[in-house]
Each structure stands twice: as C-alpha cells, then as structure tokens.
C-alpha cells in the first residue's frame, strides 16, 4: 500500500510515471490526447519491418490493438521492400504525459515513425540510441527536400494511412502538399493525412479509441469529404510569413490534467 500511494503521489506531483503497465483488460480514459491507458503492451525492440530507436529516452507501450496494428505496418513496409521502419514514441506503460513535450501520446493509440527509407542494416541497441533520421522538407518548410523525397515515401504514408483503425496520420504541411500535387489514382487515402507543425522526419499515426472503450469517446473526426489540398493546407504556408508571437513561443501552454479515472490507474501495483 505504501508503494501504490507513493506511486500516486509521484505521479500527481508530475514525477517518476510507473515503469510497468496498469494490470487488466484493456481500458483507456481520457479524449482529446489526455488521459491513461490499463493493459497496454509493448512494441517489440525489433519485429519484421520494424525498430525502436533511442530506447533510453522513448516509450513503445500501447493499446494491444495499435501494436498488431503497427506489426502490420512493418510486415507491409517489409513487402514492399522497404528497410526496417525507425519507431519513435507510443505511450508510456500506463499513458500520461510522456517526456520531451509531447501533448498526445496519452492513450496507448498513438505512435511516432520515421520516414528514412535509405538502406540501412539491422543496427544494435547502442547505435540506435543516437539515431536521428533526417528531415524531408527544405529548410524554407515550403516544399520537400527535392534531394530527399522519393515516391516511395508517399507509398509508406499510403500503407500507414490504409491501416485498420487510422484516425490521422499528422506529417508536415510540406509533404501534405507533395502529397497534393503528386498522388495519382486512388487519392482517398489522402483524406486521413493532415498538416501540423514539425513532423518533417517522421508521422505520427494517431489510432480511433477501439471498440469497448466507453470512457474514450471519439475526437471530432478529419473533414468528411475533400482530400484537405485546400486553403486550409495554404494556411500553413501562410503562418511561416507571420513570425509566431515571443509569447506563443517562450510559455507553451499547460497540459490539460488527467481525468479523475486516471488516479487509480497510474496507482494500480504493478
Ligand atoms: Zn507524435
């Protein structure tokens, strides 16, 4: 009992998270980016297709179903020919704020993933841990890097996009646009990839709250019609013509707190 309270403390203090998850069946609270998960799991250090990178300082648990997902996308990125996908971040053990700014990450349905498709050999655990693929986009942000991009990068974004259970895929507005101006055929797919700030080395798939999960109701969903190659995508083009305000800037805004539900979660032994 004393650990559980000093674990919650911990925790509501903003401290050391719990390092294992909440046991049980799945159950994830929270909306909107903030909250918890019980029952996640985590992504194997290296699977077909697959491998996590900078493991000292990431987290790879989930929502059982967005692992089998993302092994799916490693087993598609893998027969495509493509090399091993660098994983980034999912969620921490138990959800909650995750170190190094993350504002989502919260829920056990979201996972960051590089976009290096440059032949690389499996590597080890020390050399992945300094890994920093490169970005994609010009340093101008308003187009890719021509000496970068490849067709195929808009391929992995297709079978990350194609997924079961894809809520968005977030990229930067530049490869949005490359997306726009290139993709041929079935462009449906296209639908679900949405600009945002940052994200010029990797995606962030973002997965819907599965079935079951009454305490997880859904976000507001993308544009339901239209691919978003509209104003609404010049609108990010248009913000790097008006310098962000020194406030906006210095003082990032305060995570919103956990939901109540979450205390017993995080507090759960081991
Ligand atoms: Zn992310």
């Given at each position: 009992m004393r650990n559980v309270l000093l674990a919650l403390v911990l925790v509501l203090a903003g401290g050391a998270a719990p390092m294992t998850p909440a046991p049980g069946p799945p159950r994830i609270v929270g909306q909107g980016g903030t909250g918890c998960i019980q029952g996640a799991v985590r992504l194997p250090d290296e699977a077909p297709g697959l491998q996590t990178i900078r493991l000292a300082k990431s987290s790879f648990w989930g929502h059982p179903d967005t692992i089998a997902h993302l092994r799916d996308l490693g087993l598609r990125a893998k027969a495509a020919g493509f090399p091993d996908l660098y994983m980034g971040d999912l969620s921490a053990p138990r959800g909650g704020p995750l170190a190094g700014g993350h504002m989502s990450h919260q829920m056990g349905l979201d996972a960051d993933i590089y976009l290096d498709l440059t032949p690389h050999p499996p590597r080890s655990h020390a050399q992945r841990e300094t890994l920093e693929?490169?970005?994609?986009?010009?340093p101008d942000g308003r187009a890719v890097d021509?000496?970068?991009?490849?067709?195929?990068?808009a391929t992995?974004?297709?079978l990350a996009a194609?997924?079961?259970g894809v809520d968005r895929v977030l990229v930067n507005a530049a490869?949005?646009?490359?997306?726009?101006?290139?993709?041929?055929g079935d462009r449906a797919w296209?639908?679900?990839i949405r600009p945002w700030w940052?994200?010029?080395s990797h995606m962030h798939i973002n997965f819907i709250c599965p079935a079951g999960q009454p305490e997880c109701p859904p976000r507001p969903a993308p544009p339901p019609s239209g691919?978003?190659?509209?104003?609404?995508l010049q609108w990010w083009f248009d913000q790097l013509d008006t310098p962000r305000t020194p406030q906006l800037a210095a003082k990032p805004p305060k995570p919103p707190a956990l939901p109540a539900a979450c205390r017993a979660i995080m507090s759960a032994p081991g």
């Open positions: 693929p490169p970005s994609l986009v010009r021509p000496a970068r991009w490849r067709p195929e990068h992995l974004l297709k194609t997924l079961p490869i949005k646009k490359q997306l726009c101006e290139t993709v041929t296209i639908r679900l940052g994200h010029a691919d978003g190659c509209d104003a609404s």
